[in-house]
């Protein structure tokens, strides 16, 4: 595709209920990082892809999170047991080794 | 500890004018360092990026300063307009693994651009 695509563009949850995240980057980049961004604050780093495998996950904040990578393409970034605090913009960017990192338009999270 | 800082204030300029954004980080030795713009609602944009090596870039209006030594980098829009206003990030780079990069970004600083 022409850029990175993230669904759904608003997620509305419970207390309690699992989200489910996608991100589509672009076609070709072999890099996919994951962030979050809380209201007034920067990005903050989660995740990282390179291919299916994640080298880097240290911006994980708690078991509740996870992410996967199929076919080297399509990322999911799954959050079990929603919390309040976990209410941000979910930001999705790919690259590939000649690249900066392209950012897709983001998911907002409410938990209620 | 580990920060980036920028200027925490949001910056009011007139139009026409140098709008000149601050990125001061502790703690960090990055091998690249990008400027990053965001619209609300939307994902951030890459501006410009410098490397460790390099004091100046430029590209159109924008202009980034980088100095290690005091580790701030500078960004500078000269003749400024409306369209400008939106928030800038900075983030710092390294390389990660053989095909990736980690950034660490800025809390970003709004830039409102008057007519």
């Known amino acids: 595709g022409a850029g990175v695509s993230q669904s759904p563009s608003n997620k509305v949850t419970e207390k309690g209920k699992d989200v489910e995240l996608r991100c589509d980057p672009i076609?070709?980049?072999?890099?996919l990082y994951w962030y979050r961004q809380s209201l007034g604050q920067g990005l903050e780093f989660l995740i990282y892809f390179q291919g299916n495998s994640a080298p880097d996950k240290s911006g994980l904040p708690s078991d509740r999170f996870s992410a996967e990578r199929t076919g080297g393409s399509v990322s999911t970034l799954t959050i079990q047991r929603t919390q309040q605090e976990d209410s941000a913009v979910y930001l999705c960017?790919?690259?590939?080794?000649?690249?900066?990192?392209?950012f897709g338009p983001g998911t907002r999270l409410t938990v209620l | 500890s580990q920060k980036i800082e920028q200027n925490s204030e949001a910056l009011n300029i007139q139009e026409g004018k140098t709008a000149t954004l601050t990125c001061n980080y502790t703690?960090?030795?990055?091998?690249?360092l990008q400027w990053y713009r965001q619209d609300p609602g939307r994902g951030p944009v890459f501006l410009l990026l410098?490397?460790?090596?390099?004091k100046e870039k430029r590209k159109e209006r924008l202009k980034v300063t980088f100095d290690t030594t005091l580790k701030q980098s500078l960004f500078h829009i000269t003749a400024s307009q409306p369209a400008d206003s939106a928030t800038y990030l900075c983030a710092l780079e390294w390389r990660v693994g053989e095909y990736g990069n980690k950034l660490v970004f800025g809390a970003g600083t709004i830039l409102r651009v008057k007519s």
């Open positions: 960017a790919s690259s590939s080794p000649s690249t900066t990192q392209y």
């Open positions: 410098i490397r460790e090596n390099e």
């Open positions: 076609s070709g980049h072999t890099a």
């Open positions: 703690n960090y030795s990055p091998a690249y």
